[in-house]
């Protein structure tokens, strides 16, 4: 496998390379890493593959997650809000965590995935199902864990550009520099990005072609990594992540008027890292994290808000490998969060401490078992304690069976707790409660030549005390008053084959089907589905490698989509194929000096869809990616 | 990050359930056609955002309504935020407020005849003057610039701008006079302005108190309206009770324009609103603190004189059908889910109720 892993990072893009070379880590000093594995060994993850991730570095996450990802993505157009929704729940259930620091915003519930690049983060993981114990509020569908490679040391100096030009005016530079001694190592990378998006598009509402307009973006960030190797048992990292985007928002397709509506998000990330081991038994892993976020809106007519987040995150986590079989990890969390904003009377404040206790037992050298538990004070109010039990049994080499039963809640946004004035939020509402269960298999069988890993889950989610909003006479205020039920399965197969030394062709594919309704079923299959929810859902991504040559086809299906929540079928989004292609050739100058370009063609078929009713998205569209690299 | 886009939408809607209340059928002017016999059109505005507004038809024969009339029979969906629909000459004008035009049916076989999308940014209601003359109000781009947009009806486009106040909203005809309530639209108004239909001139602006939006024409052609007062926040999002003003009812006559009544609500955010009058011309019907309230406009001289008829839950569009003398409630629990129609007789009994689309703001025939 590794032969393989090396091979598709030489035929990609960039700086891969190092990031396998460089993952000769501190042996002692690894613990996030493994958290996962570790005390998380019934979840099914799914970490994307890092050729994908370096092959869309000019893209968002959420292009990234919705060609690759078993998830799906709700945006509302090509440069508008993106968010994930997992196993039939919505982006305030389902958290996204930057290096262990969870990004979702106190004040809406949500982190839009359109403002993360690819470019900035190096390793992208998908936890499905309630993870709460582990990860804490929000963390009921499923997980997005976002990271960057572990510091390199005595690499010397290396350097690579990334630039990406694409139809609709979109422009990508990037910039990654490293440079690391035998203690030090630092990274900087930087990026701007522009796109116009003036895409044309055959307009239902009008019933004629029209050019989407005032949905131009513009980014630009900056990711600051240094750490410290003070001896083989501690390291010491200090990040900082700033980036600002201007999102201009278009009408949408059913409006009549054009919008000149701007959204800055402008965001600080900080955060400090001290990783200490004793003995080779017990490791120390404390952060803290800093959070700065200011949204400014403007539609330039009668609103202009202004909001500002800010959040102090403490954790600690101790672990201990009493012996193979058994290892502990006790954390503990104080996150302090603040909020300004036009719509609250005041400057809002919380304070949440958690401690949280996993534990992972090897039995019969068959049966993992993981029991986790978490338990919070919200503001000097116990929230109600998240227990997990997660069972993983290996029946033979080829095959494992899992099991996990997990309870998960999130609490209530700022929004939902202290919004004034016409609309009304509800300082009494509690946290939405859920509980999932899940059943699956892993097949793998792992020969010379080829590699194949199946894995199937089938699953169950119940939230009860649904936070919506619904209007009382004129005036709008959530209430705790629904109940969520989601199910079904997902299936999901990754295979590799070497013919040769030359040629090696690689498959991932995942497939969804969810049911998810908030009217209590009395049939397997509920008589209303959850908006924006398809039931069937899927990607597959298939390439061939030969010698510094590769090509790629990505398929994915998105089913029919109800718009109204009582599932009129005039108004359903229909389903929809895209057929994405890309083909990419690798030139070695010398040892040092290393380009690759490569040239992907979206939407092929130019296919004509809708990912929300009346937004529309693009046709054919083409984009080249060139990277130099110095190492 | 649509914290606020989504919290507009919701600010919004809510602003325009406060504001608007409900749209006017076309009782007030449908003196050429018979009124309601077969059955009656429902608009359903939609969700502010989600293009999911849509048209019904109410048969009285199979006593059944017909959902999403509109896309059906022309394949197009209706757009955003449909604020109202009337029936002049066997033409349907329906006015789809954040879609920024109005989609003219023909009455007889629902098919379109023609989409006036050119210079109406926020078009409100529609008043037929004559057979080859429209009026429609409209509040501007920014919600606030309020006009009269006057339509050739046989081209079907816009031809002229009369300049009126501040978020015009209703329209109806006394005469050759047409009365037109500047409700304020996203700022503030308080003024009825009466325009010359002949000449399309405004001869007389009427001051009657804070944000007027609906009219109607009783027995004896004078004029009544209610407007909603103004609401001020202190900074904490408090109600300032000293500078807000309450919802009102007032009554103009129609040779000289004078306010000779005006009642007003003891307090801020009650109403009344949504006013209509029954087919007499006698009675009025309004919402009012939450519930449905009747009046007659001989006798009504303080709010002691209000009467509850009808008390339900999620009101959103008050309409009355001439033919029948019913009370046609639009139940809107939220703007999401289909919402329905409830009819009662002017008494208030209630009668039936049937499921409509999204948002029922009121009724057309």
């Known amino acids: 496998m590794r032969r393989f892993s090396i091979l598709l990072m030489y035929m990609c893009t960039g700086y891969w390379t190092w990031a396998q070379q460089d993952s000769i880590l501190l042996e002692s000093v690894q613990i996030q890493s493994s958290r996962l594995e570790v005390f998380a060994s019934a979840d099914r993850t799914t970490r994307i593959d890092s050729n994908q991730l370096a092959l869309n570095d000019g893209n968002s996450i959420a292009m990234l997650l919705t060609k690759f990802a078993p998830l799906n993505i709700r945006a509302y157009g090509i440069g508008g809000l993106s968010t994930a929704s997992m196993r039939g729940t919505g982006s305030n259930q389902t958290a996204v965590l930057w290096e262990g620091i969870n990004l979702q915003s106190q004040m809406n519930g949500s982190l839009d995935l359109n403002l993360v690049p690819a470019f900035m983060v190096d390793d992208v993981t998908i936890q499905s199902g309630g993870g709460a114990s582990m990860f804490g509020s929000g963390a009921m569908g499923g997980t997005i864990l976002l990271g960057n490679q572990t510091p390199a040391f005595n690499r010397g100096l290396n350097l690579s550009l990334h630039e990406q030009v694409g139809s609709f005016g979109l422009q990508n530079h990037g910039l990654k520099l490293g440079f690391s001694s035998k203690k030090l190592s630092l990274g900087i990378r930087g990026f701007y990005r522009k796109a116009d998006n003036d895409f044309s598009f055959y307009n239902d509402f009008t019933q004629s072609e029209e050019t989407q307009e005032n949905a131009n973006i513009e980014q630009y960030g900056l990711l600051t990594e240094l750490a410290y190797r003070a001896n083989d048992h501690q390291l010491i ?155 993983n049994y290996h029946a033979t080499n080829w095959l494992d069976i899992k099991a996990k039963a997990a309870k998960s809640y999130r609490i209530p946004t700022f929004n939902d707790l202290y919004w004034s004035g016409s609309s009304m939020g509800n300082p009494d509402l509690v946290p939405e409660e859920g509980v999932s269960l899940e059943a699956g298999y892993v097949l793998t069988t792992d020969q010379r030549f080829w590699r194949i890993t199946y894995e199937g889950t089938a699953f169950y989610n119940n939230i009860q005390d649904w936070i919506l909003w619904t209007p009382t006479g004129s005036v709008w205020s959530p ?137 529309y998205m693009p046709g054919i569209n083409y984009q080249f990616n060139l990277v130099y690299k110095f190492n | 990050m649509k914290t606020n886009t989504i919290f507009n939408t919701l600010i919004r809607v809510s602003f325009i359930a406060v504001t608007v209340f409900f749209a006017a059928c076309s009782s007030d002017d449908g003196i050429k ?139 109806v005809l006394v005469g050759n006079h047409v009365f037109a309530a500047n409700s304020g639209g996203w700022s503030n108004d308080n003024s009825v302005v009466v325009i010359d239909a002949d000449t399309d001139e405004i001869i007389e602006t009427i001051t009657v108190g804070d944000n007027p939006s609906t009219l109607v024409v009783d027995e004896d052609n004078d004029v009544w309206t209610t407007g909603t007062g103004q609401t001020v926040y202190n900074t904490d999002w408090s109600v300032n009770t000293e500078e807000s003003t309450p919802a009102f009812l007032a009554k103009i006559d129609h040779e000289d324009f004078e306010v000779t009544l005006k009642i007003d609500a003891p307090s801020v955010g009650m109403g009344p609103a949504g006013l209509k009058v029954d087919s007499n011309g006698s009675t009025l019907v309004f919402k009012y603190d939450g519930s449905i309230f009747s009046t007659d406009t001989e006798t009504v001289s303080s709010t002691d004189d209000f009467t509850k008829i009808i008390e339900t839950d999620f009101i959103y569009g008050l309409s009355i059908d001439a033919s029948e003398n019913h009370i046609i409630l639009g139940i809107s629990p939220d703007y999401t889910n289909p919402g329905s129609i409830k009819r009662y007789d002017i008494t208030g009994s209630f009668i039936d109720e049937h499921t409509v689309g999204i948002g029922p703001n009121g009724i057309a025939y």
Not at chain 1, 358 to 387: C, E, M, Y
Not at chain 1, 584 to 608: C, E, M, P
Not at chain 2, 140 to 148: E, K
Request: charged share 15%; aromatic share 12%; with cysteine.
């Open chain 2, 33 to 171: 056609f018979t009124p309601g016999q077969d059955g009656f059109f429902i608009v359903n505005e939609g969700g502010f955002g989600n293009g999911n507004a849509s048209l019904s038809f109410y048969d009285k024969t199979s006593a059944s309504v017909t959902n999403n009339l509109f896309e059906s029979t022309t394949g197009k969906p209706l757009g955003d935020q449909a604020q109202s629909m009337t029936v002049y000459n066997d033409f349907g004008y329906i006015v789809v407020q954040n879609s920024a035009k109005i989609e003219v049916i023909s009455t007889d076989d629902y098919s379109l005849v023609a989409t006036i999308s050119e210079g109406l940014p926020s078009p409100r209601y529609f008043l037929g003057i004559n057979a080859s003359k429209g009026y429609v109000s409209d509040w501007g781009a920014d919600g606030s610039t309020g006009t009269i947009k006057v339509i050739d009806l046989t081209t079907n486009t816009v031809t002229k701008t009369i300049s009126t106040g501040s978020g015009t909203n209703q329209l």
């Open chain 1, 237 to 391: 990292q200090i990040k900082h992540w700033y980036q600002n985007n201007n999102t201009y928002i278009p009408k949408t397709a059913s409006a009549g008027l054009p919008s000149q509506a701007v959204q800055q998000d402008a965001f600080h990330r900080g955060l400090i890292k001290w990783q200490q081991s004793f003995y080779n038994k017990l490791q120390l892993d404390y952060k803290l994290g800093l959070l700065d976020h200011i949204l400014e809106y403007d539609d330039k007519i009668n609103t202009h808000s202004h909001n500002h987040a800010q959040s102090v995150i403490n954790e600690a986590q101790l672990r201990y490998d009493a012996t193979q079989n058994i290892a502990l990890e006790l954390g503990v969390n104080h996150t302090y969060e603040n909020s300004t904003a036009d719509n609250y009377t005041d400057k809002v404040t919380r304070n949440r401490t958690a401690i949280f206790l996993s534990t992972h037992f090897l039995l019969w050298n068959k049966l993992d078992l993981n029991l986790l538990g978490r338990q919070s004070v919200i503001d000097g109010n116990a929230a109600p304690f998240l227990p997990t039990l997660g069972l």
């Open chain 1, 479 to 615: 209430e705790n008053k629904e109940e969520l039920w989601s199910y079904g399965i997902e299936q999901s197969l990754k295979l590799t084959a070497q013919f040769n030394d030359n040629q090696h062709v690689s498959l991932n594919a995942n497939y969804q089907y969810v049911l998810s309704t908030l009217k209590q079923p009395t049939t397997f299959i509920p008589e209303i589905q959850t908006t924006y929810t398809p039931t069937h859902q899927g990607n597959l991504y298939v390439s061939y490698e030969w010698k510094k040559a590769n090509i790629g086809i990505n398929n994915t299906y998105i089913g029919k989509q109800y718009s109204d929540e009582s599932n009129v079928e005039i108004r359903a989004l229909d389903p929809y194929l895209l057929t994405d292609i890309n083909c990419g050739y690798r030139f070695v100058l010398n040892r040092k000096h290393q380009l690759a370009t490569s040239l992907q063609v979206k939407n092929i078929f130019d296919i004509d869809y809708e990912v929300r009713r009346a937004y």
